[in-house]
């Protein structure tokens, strides 16, 4: 039997302190072990599940503000980097360990179909890919991003590259038991991600950047629990339970598990319970279906109630404090209470937005501000589901799931309780209703806070203006999407028109009849829109900060489309 090898990774996850973690996927059973040049360390057995094998290793030891090359050896032989590569070596980077005044920069985006797509939809280049090419070309740039921040659609299970579906045709013996050019089972989707993720420049991006991340939609299905009544209808496939299943199990696998630090993987529940296995797969099974029932708490009750599992998760990075936000498992879709997080998810949210930062980011698959002439419409609709005539509702929820009225503005209560948020954030006070328990008489006010969204195939940067004059934090919105794909022609001039102040008047009086109330905040277009491939970044410097968004031109470099620098004194 031949040596296991790496099939996936090394995917470098999180850096904290001394600690970094590394993510593989292996051919077979081994130990795998991470060793940088400076004599740090670390070693994970694989865990199996699915007749697939994983591994993320804990490497302590690490020199305070340091760069170090690695190595991955499974069962002591040399896995990575492997012979002949053409890269430079992978490395480590750690902050110092007092790094209040070190820059911090993500590199953030969403929607990233594999270049195999490319040769059916002639899409434009891959802006993660290029920027890892720039990366290899100067691989020592004093400028390279602390952390790359993924928000949605890593992988489209619902749209499949001409690859993926010459496979499926060959395991869909009745096409009406399972979709036959969609991913069901968990094997099906280890493919999607093999296609990504050996991608060469990606590969190498990833094993020298660290990355968190979060689903949206297509990492199951387009609209992902859209409303309520989207849930009863997708039960009622034969396929569905297994694609729900498999999606969250391996989105766990893939994803999550490695947006988790050290001491949180080590106290995860569902990660204790997959090493102690022999074999996971059963309970990855049990996970996968416990965790979309326990939405149904949510979703189905007229008392919100927080789920067991929560896959929205915080880090902190210097002076700035990221929170990723789950905006798609765990909605509530009660119609009259929609939420984009339970209760007791977004009293957790309450606490980690408040703190002792310079700078606090919000991460989301979903814009929180869109352009108001789509903001409005959505309003409109939410109020017409909610609608006591049975035939205006229903009427409701066909657009809602035709035209994927389904963001924040369509969740009217969670994105007013954001503003909400925002405001006391923003003005000094959070110590009102909401502030965390003992979180003290007041904050300082934080330099500056961004909501970072992807989804809707277009970049763009908003700044949110407040009627309360005690804000005095910039909140912006930072949107870039996609990385690789494309709007349709034929949306462009619609959401090109979304921000212009005639049809969003027009927008805004239609959500007024249905008796849609003003939205508490008002947003102006700073830069976009832009719908080419794009990456961006976001640095903060002190208490300044600055957003660059970079898109792909036609011979695959990146070029600056639009650069905003975020707080006064930047």
Same mark, same amino acid.
């Given at each position: 039997?031949?040596?296991?090898?790496?099939?996936?990774?090394?995917?470098?996850?999180?850096?904290?302190?001394?600690?970094?973690?590394?993510?593989?996927?292996?051919? =077979?059973?081994?130990?795998? &072990?991470?060793?940088?040049?400076?004599?740090?360390?670390?070693?994970?057995?694989?865990?199996?599940?699915?007749?697939?094998?994983?591994?993320?290793?804990?490497?302590?030891?690490?020199?305070?503000?340091?760069?170090?090359?690695?190595?991955?050896?499974?069962?002591?032989?040399?896995?990575?980097?492997?012979?002949?590569?053409?890269?430079?070596?992978?490395?480590?980077?750690?902050?110092?360990?007092?790094?209040?005044?070190?820059?911090?920069?993500?590199?953030?985006?969403?929607?990233?179909? &594999?270049?195999?797509? %490319?040769?059916?939809?002639?899409?434009?280049?891959?802006?993660?890919?290029?920027?890892?090419?720039?990366?290899?070309?100067?691989?020592?740039?004093?400028?390279?991003?602390?952390?790359?921040?993924?928000?949605?659609?890593?992988?489209?299970?619902?749209? #499949?590259?001409?690859?993926?579906?010459?496979?499926?045709?060959?395991?869909?013996?009745?096409?009406?038991?399972?979709?036959?050019?969609?991913?069901?089972?968990?094997?099906?989707?280890?493919?999607?991600?093999?296609?990504?993720?050996?991608?060469? $420049?990606? /590969?190498?991006?990833?094993?020298?950047?660290?990355?968190?991340?979060?689903?949206?939609?297509?990492?199951?299905?387009?609209?992902?629990? #859209?409303?309520?009544?989207?849930?009863?209808?997708?039960?009622?496939?034969?396929?569905?339970?297994?694609?729900?299943?498999?999606?969250?199990?391996?989105?766990?696998?893939?994803?999550?598990?490695?947006?988790?630090?050290?001491? $949180?993987?080590?106290?995860?529940?569902?990660?204790?319970?997959?090493?102690?296995?022999?074999?996971?797969?059963?309970?990855?099974?049990?996970? =996968?279906?416990?965790?979309?029932?326990?939405?149904?708490?949510?979703?189905?009750?007229?008392?919100?109630?927080?789920?067991?599992?929560?896959?929205?998760?915080?880090?902190?990075?210097?002076? #700035?404090?990221?929170?990723?936000?789950?905006?798609?498992?765990?909605?509530?879709?009660?119609?009259?209470?929609?939420?984009?997080?339970?209760?007791?998810?977004?009293?957790?949210?309450?606490?980690?937005?408040?703190?002792?930062?310079?700078?606090?980011?919000?991460?989301?698959?979903?814009?929180?501000?869109?352009?108001?002439?789509?903001?409005?419409?959505?309003?409109?609709? $939410?109020?017409?589901?909610?609608?006591?005539?049975?035939?205006?509702?229903?009427?409701?929820?066909?657009?809602?799931?035709?035209?994927?009225?389904?963001?924040?503005?369509?969740?009217?209560?969670?994105?007013?309780?954001?503003?909400?948020?925002?405001? +006391?954030?923003?003005?000094?006070?959070?110590? $009102?209703?909401?502030? /965390?328990?003992?979180?003290?008489?007041?904050?300082?006010?934080?330099? %500056?806070?961004?909501?970072?969204?992807?989804?809707?195939?277009?970049?763009?940067?908003?700044?949110?203006?407040?009627?309360?004059?005690?804000?005095?934090?910039?909140?912006?919105?930072?949107?870039?999407?996609?990385?690789?794909?494309?709007?349709?022609?034929?949306?462009?001039?619609?959401?090109?028109?979304?921000?212009?102040?005639?049809?969003?008047?027009?927008?805004?009086?239609?959500?007024?009849?249905?008796?849609? +109330?003003?939205? %508490?905040? +008002?947003?102006?277009?700073?830069?976009?829109?832009?719908?080419?491939?794009?990456?961006?970044?976001?640095?903060?410097?002190?208490?300044?900060?600055?957003?660059?968004?970079? =898109? &792909?031109?036609?011979?695959?470099?990146?070029?600056?489309?639009? /650069?905003?620098?975020?707080?006064?004194?930047?």
């Amino acid at each position: 039997m031949p040596s296991p090898r790496l099939l996936i990774g090394p995917l470098l996850r999180r850096v904290v302190d001394t600690r970094a973690t590394v993510w593989v996927e292996t051919s =077979g059973p081994a130990v795998v &072990t991470v060793r940088t040049a400076d004599g740090a360390t670390g070693s994970a057995p694989t865990f199996t599940a699915y007749d697939h094998h994983y591994a993320i290793v804990v490497v302590e030891g690490l020199t305070p503000d340091s760069a170090t090359s690695y190595q991955v050896l499974i069962d002591e032989e040399l896995a990575w980097p492997e012979p002949g590569a053409d890269f430079p070596p992978s490395v480590i980077r750690t902050r110092a360990a007092d790094d209040r005044d070190q820059p911090v920069r993500l590199l953030f985006g969403s929607c990233r179909e &594999t270049t195999q797509h %490319s040769t059916s939809r002639k899409l434009p280049p891959d802006a993660l890919d290029a920027y890892a090419r720039r990366m290899i070309a100067a691989p020592d740039q004093a400028d390279r991003p602390d952390l790359l921040v993924l928000l949605g659609d890593q992988v489209y299970a619902d749209e #499949t590259s001409p690859t993926m579906r010459k496979l499926l045709k060959r395991r869909r013996r009745r096409p009406k038991d399972a979709p036959a050019t969609q991913v069901v089972s968990y094997d099906e989707y280890t493919k999607l991600y093999l296609e990504s993720w050996r991608d060469p $420049e990606i /590969r190498w991006l990833l094993s020298t950047v660290p990355s968190v991340m979060i689903f949206d939609d297509h990492e199951v299905i387009d609209d992902w629990n #859209t409303s309520k009544s989207w849930r009863a209808d997708m039960r009622e496939q034969p396929w569905w339970a297994e694609r729900i299943r498999s999606g969250l199990a391996s989105y766990w696998v893939y994803q999550h598990l490695g947006n988790l630090s050290p001491d $949180e993987i080590a106290t995860d529940p569902v990660y204790a319970k997959v090493v102690a296995a022999e074999d996971a797969t059963s309970v990855l099974e049990e996970f =996968g279906q416990r965790v979309d029932t326990e939405a149904d708490v949510a979703h189905d009750t007229e008392r919100w109630r927080a789920v067991q599992y929560q896959w929205s998760y915080s880090l902190d990075l210097g002076r #700035t404090r990221l929170v990723m936000l789950d905006n798609r498992s765990s909605r509530v879709l009660e119609p009259g209470a929609r939420a984009m997080l339970p209760p007791g998810e977004w009293s957790w949210f309450l606490d980690r937005a408040h703190g002792v930062y310079d700078h606090l980011v919000v991460g989301a698959s979903l814009p929180w501000l869109l352009p108001p002439g789509i903001h409005h419409v959505e309003s409109w609709n $939410e109020k017409l589901a909610d609608s006591g005539r049975p035939w205006v509702a229903r009427l409701a929820e066909q657009l809602r799931r035709a035209w994927d009225l389904e963001h924040w503005a369509s969740f009217r209560r969670s994105f007013d309780a954001l503003g909400e948020l925002f405001v +006391r954030l923003g003005s000094g006070r959070p110590g $009102e209703p909401g502030a /965390r328990v003992g979180a003290g008489p007041a904050y300082a006010p934080p330099a %500056s806070i961004s909501m970072l969204g992807g989804d809707v195939h277009h970049s763009y940067v908003a700044r949110a203006r407040f009627a309360d004059p005690a804000v005095r934090t910039p909140v912006h919105q930072l949107t870039c999407s996609p990385i690789h794909n494309q709007v349709p022609a034929a949306m462009r001039p619609l959401m090109t028109l979304g921000w212009n102040p005639g049809p969003a008047s027009a927008a805004r009086a239609l959500a007024r009849s249905a008796g849609v +109330r003003r939205p %508490s905040v +008002r947003w102006k277009k700073l830069a976009g829109p832009y719908f080419g491939n794009a990456v961006s970044t976001l640095t903060h410097t002190g208490r300044t900060a600055e957003v660059l968004i970079e =898109g &792909t031109a036609s011979d695959g470099r990146l070029r600056e489309v639009a /650069r905003r620098r975020l707080t006064p004194d930047g």
